[in-house]
């Protein structure tokens, strides 16, 4: 079995600080052996936002990998976001925007979504997707990392990722298993697949830290893949609560090939 342990939307700088102690304690006690970060790790990109981030990745005790958001590139300095976007997530997180990892039979290739010319709504490209698809390994459940959804929900008001249809309609063509992502705040696992009909199974993370009252909640998933099969824990910390609830299961499984809710 790997445990895979998705966190997405910290929001350092408007975080829930008192539940910052708690989540910590929660991630190392899950032992996973990847833990998956899918962007916005700040809420303005500034320098002490990113080194309080920074300090509490370096607190995690499992490999990481990251990937930015778009909150972790300046939003007004228009000068700075276009000619060096990443200079303070590189100093403060890593100097890899599009970083892999590889344990036990999983292999997460990272990739990043932000577009500074347009802040919020976020891009893939066909070079991307291309590099993607020939890094498929097929002995591996293979997935994706990136911090902008694939597909979303009617209800959303946000601007759909661009290059998003075409690059998910070649990804699952190709092959590709999971996509980790985050931006909306909203959590949903499987909410696209046709059971049994082959499809990327998409894990939408809700935000672990951000302590906007919108959000009502922080959470984060442990993704646990054992062969075809995966059971996803998700871990609730309600804002009217102190701490996290006793925590879901959902089961998935690709045993007859696409991947059916069970």
């Given at each position: 079995m790997t445990r895979i342990l998705h966190l997405s939307d910290l929001h350092f700088g408007y975080e829930r600080q008192a539940l910052v102690a708690p989540l910590l304690d929660r991630v190392n006690a899950a032992r996973p052996d990847l833990?998956?970060?899918?962007?916005?790790?700040?809420?303005?990109?500034?320098?002490?936002?990113?080194?309080?981030?920074?300090?509490?990745?370096?607190?995690?005790?499992?490999p990481l990998i990251a990937v930015p958001g778009n909150h972790d590139i300046p939003l007004f300095k228009l000068t700075a976001r276009l000619a060096r976007p990443y200079r303070r997530y590189c100093r403060a997180i890593a100097n890899d925007l599009e970083p892999v990892a590889h344990v036990g039979h999983v292999r997460v290739q990272g990739v990043n979504s932000v577009d500074p010319t347009?802040?919020?709504?976020?891009?893939?490209?066909?070079?991307?997707?291309?590099?993607?698809?020939?890094?498929?390994?097929?002995?591996?459940?293979?997935?994706?990392?990136?911090?902008?959804?694939?597909?979303q929900r009617p209800e959303?008001?946000?601007?759909?990722?661009?290059?998003?249809?075409?690059?998910?309609?070649?990804?699952?063509?190709?092959?590709?298993?999971?996509?980790?992502?985050?931006?909306?705040?909203?959590?949903?696992?499987?909410?696209f697949l046709r059971d049994g009909q082959g499809g990327v199974l998409q894990v939408q993370a809700g935000t672990a830290l951000c302590n906007r009252p919108g959000d009502r909640q922080n959470e984060f998933a442990v993704l646990d893949f054992d062969g075809p099969e995966l059971c996803i824990t998700r871990h609730v910390a309600p804002m009217s609560e102190p701490g996290f609830l006793p925590p879901e299961q959902m089961r998935f499984s690709r045993r007859d090939g696409g991947w059916k809710s069970l």
């Open positions: 833990v998956v970060v899918t962007g916005d790790l700040t809420h303005r990109g500034r320098s002490g936002q990113f080194a309080a981030a920074g300090s509490f990745l370096r607190r995690i005790e499992a347009a802040w919020q709504r976020g891009v893939i490209t066909g070079a991307q997707v291309r590099r993607v698809i020939g890094n498929l390994d097929p002995g591996c459940t293979n997935i994706l990392a990136l911090h902008h959804p694939m597909q959303v008001d946000k601007m759909l990722m661009k290059g998003a249809p075409e690059a998910l309609r070649d990804l699952q063509s190709a092959g590709l298993h999971v996509v980790l992502s985050g931006h909306l705040h909203v959590w949903s696992a499987g909410a």
